[in-house]
């Protein structure tokens, strides 16, 4: 069964930058787009980056020019670099396929931004 584990979270201030990690179970990324999602206190889970199987990426308005999303088929995983940290990114990140399916969601990794 496929498992999709989130890595690379924690506290950062403001300003800071923090390289997420998404290793699958087995490998899926060759047939199939990626997303980076979160879901802050409260709110409802958002799309914050995405990337095809070719490598087409492309990220929200929210982070764009923050935020890259890159992926390594050979290790099975998918990074997300955040850099120019905001308190507003604080959230839980997780990945999964694009479009999303339900029994990928994994426990995602605590970004937490705050001085």
């Known amino acids: 069964q496929v498992q999709l584990v989130e890595s690379g979270g924690g506290l950062v201030q403001p300003g800071g930058s923090l390289r997420l990690s998404c290793a699958a179970s087995?490998?899926?990324?060759?047939?199939?787009?990626m997303g980076w999602y979160r879901q802050a206190p409260g709110k409802e889970r958002e799309l914050v980056a995405t990337?095809?199987?070719?490598?087409?990426?492309n990220v929200a308005p929210s982070v764009k020019g923050r935020f890259t999303i890159s992926r390594d088929n050979a290790k099975n995983t998918v990074y997300l670099q955040m850099n120019s940290l905001k308190p507003e990114d604080t959230a839980v990140y997780y990945c999964?396929?694009?479009?999303?399916?339900?029994?990928?969601w994994g426990q995602g990794t605590q970004v937490t931004v705050s001085s």
């Open positions: 999964n396929t694009l479009p999303s399916r339900s029994t990928l």
């Open positions: 087995r490998s899926i990324f060759s047939i199939n787009a």
């Open positions: 990337i095809t199987s070719g490598g087409v990426t």
